[in-house]
């Protein structure tokens, strides 16, 4: 069995998001998602409109994905692949680059962002910031 990893946030859930999941899940068997925790979220400097729980639930709901686990810090990549047996590690690739140390633990790809959508987008726009 192929898993794959992602990583994010995935607060206010579009279809950004759930195109990265597709493709993500049709690059393996099994797709494990690490969504940042509320604690996680505040280091980042972060304020999410739904908690980690809701948001676990509701990727939970998602056909693609098999797993969620929680993210509390940027050092436990390493130890999530490793520990979930993880042969591929997926992010979108705004982030191309960053995670290519994983490459000795498992392959690294960066898909494309799907345009015309991003939470921050969405932020914005409800609150009438052009």
Same mark, same amino acid.
């Given at each position: $069995?192929?898993?794959? /990893? @992602? ?7 579009? !279809?950004?998001?759930?195109?990265? =999941?597709?493709?993500?899940k049709s690059l393996g068997d099994y797709l494990v998602v690490a969504i940042s925790s509320d604690e996680f979220n505040k280091i980042k400097g972060k304020k999410s409109f739904h908690n980690y729980e809701n948001?676990? =639930? ?8 098999? *797993?969620? /686990?929680? *993210?509390?810090? !940027? *050092?436990?990549?390493?130890? +999530? &692949? &490793?520990?979930?047996?993880? +042969?591929?590690?997926? $992010?979108? +690739? +705004? ?6 140390? =994983? ?10 962002? @799907?345009?015309?959508?991003? @939470? @921050?987008?969405?932020?914005? *726009? ?5």
């Amino acid at each position: $069995m192929k898993k794959v /990893i @992602t990583y994010g946030t995935f607060d206010l859930l579009h !279809w950004g998001h759930i195109n990265l =999941l597709r493709r993500a899940k049709s690059l393996g068997d099994y797709l494990v998602v690490a969504i940042s925790s509320d604690e996680f979220n505040k280091i980042k400097g972060k304020k999410s409109f739904h908690n980690y729980e809701n948001r676990k =639930l509701i990727l939970e709901a998602i056909k693609y994905v098999d *797993e969620v /686990i929680p *993210e509390h810090t !940027w *050092e436990q990549k390493v130890e +999530d &692949v &490793v520990n979930h047996n993880i +042969d591929l590690f997926v $992010m979108g +690739d +705004d982030w191309e680059g960053k995670f290519d140390f =994983l490459n000795q633990y498992c392959d690294v790809i960066y898909l494309p962002r @799907t345009n015309g959508i991003s @939470t @921050t987008q969405i932020k914005k *726009e409800l609150a009438g910031v052009k």
